[in-house]
């Protein structure tokens, strides 16, 4: 019997760790919000499902550091403390050309996936996702080269 509760509180152990590494991936922000982060993509951190999805800001309370943001793949809007958002850098706009590999952030489910531009556009790229099989207009700030932790 104490066999058993020492090999389950084990696997307990290990399952938390790996949970840790994850959330870990992305520590907390220490960066202060600007107005000009509105409308950039940033990694953000959904407490309840303890797991950083992507999401645009939408507006930014400098003075509170709070900002309301849209993830990618749901309706929700969310305000969040600066703490829980990672704004990410805009990728250079000279390495996406047509023809060009690279990932996109999936408006179904908000993730990146591997996709191909098919045609720049004054409104975006036009994107054909390889798993899905779909094209959607995308934004620069959704694009990353392939080999970019996304």
């Known amino acids: 019997m104490k066999e058993n509760i020492d090999v389950a509180l ?28 509105i409308g950039k993509l940033t990694k953000c951190f959904i407490e309840e499902d303890r797991k950083w999805k992507n999401a645009v800001i939408q507006e930014v309370d400098v003075e509170e550091q709070t900002a309301k943001i849209k993830r990618y793949g749901t309706n929700d809007v969310l305000e969040l403390q600066a703490y829980l958002l990672k704004v990410l850098k805009e990728p250079d706009e000279e390495l996406f050309k047509e023809g ?12 990146f996936y591997p996709c191909v531009i098919e045609k720049v556009m004054d409104e975006g790229y036009l994107v054909k996702y390889k798993k ?4 959607e207009i995308v934004k620069l700030h959704r694009l990353r080269p392939m080999g970019n932790p996304s």
């Open 100 to 111: 060009t590999h690279c990932k996109s952030i999936y408006s179904g489910d908000g993730e």
């Open 132 to 135: 899905y099989n779909t094209q």
């Open 10 to 37: 084990k696997e307990e152990i290990a399952a938390l760790r790996e949970k840790e590494k994850k959330v870990n991936a992305y520590p907390l922000s220490i960066e202060l919000l600007t107005g000009s982060d």
